[in-house]
């Protein structure tokens, strides 16, 4: 794909929805956090739904701490891994608190550093909280990246490192929006809409859903 295509795919992108944001529900960047670890292999609606009674009970590290793992578990329990991710965010907690004085940090060395925070996870901190032109690539954006020729990689990292060279500049900061959303609710994995697709013309995906 060439850099006249991809431009004008983030054109139109853009253009549809001009200020992108996450679906996860969050007032605060340590808020975001927790939403995230806690949407591993979950949906931004099951982790809403419980970051909902969650937050206003406990919304900083120490709160949180102050629930205790067990009381933790209680709040996220209908999310997959819950035991898991319960455990990661306390341990998150206390090393906030014990060496970032209760803020979460803005690098990503710091971030990855914190139970339960991978690249994934620290880009979506970088870009969403503190505006940093990261991109966080998920299932559906090695999906669509892949799929319709933008940045084609064998695993995330390559696929996130084609995107931070290939996206125009003016784009990165939304990017990792964008995709998502464009993945989640039109290049569905199994039967993707493409009538519905307003960068249809510009995909190289060979196997068009005439649907």
């Known amino acids: 794909m060439n850099a006249a295509k991809r431009r004008e795919i983030f054109l139109r ?16 960047a340590f808020e975001l956090l927790v939403a995230v670890i806690l949407s591993a292999q979950a949906t ?62 803005q690098t990503r060395e710091a971030l990855e550093a914190l139970p339960g925070v991978g690249r994934k996870t620290a880009n ?29 990689g064998k695993d995330v990292v390559e696929v996130e490192k084609k995107l931070m060279k290939f996206v125009p500049e003016e784009f990165k900061q939304d990017a990792h929006h964008w995709l998502i959303l464009h993945g989640r609710y039109v290049c569905v994995a199994r039967k993707p809409k493409c009538r519905e697709c307003i960068i249809r013309d510009l995909c190289e995906f060979r196997e068009k859903n005439p649907d």
């Open 13 to 28: 992108l853009q253009a549809a929805n001009p200020h992108p944001t996450t679906e996860l529900e969050h007032k605060t």
């Open 44 to 105: 931004d609606k099951s982790v809403n739904l419980a970051t909902r009674e969650l937050f206003p009970v406990a919304n900083t590290p120490q709160k949180i701490l102050d629930l205790g793992e067990s009381g933790l578990r209680e709040y996220v329990q209908r999310i997959g891994l819950y035991q898991t991710k319960s455990r990661h965010i306390i341990g998150m907690c206390r090393i906030l608190l014990e060496q970032h004085g209760g803020e979460v940090p």
């Open 124 to 152: 979506v901190i970088l870009n969403t909280a503190f505006g940093q032109p990261a991109i966080a690539v998920d299932t559906h954006i090695f999906r669509i990246s892949n799929r319709i020729g933008l940045a084609p």
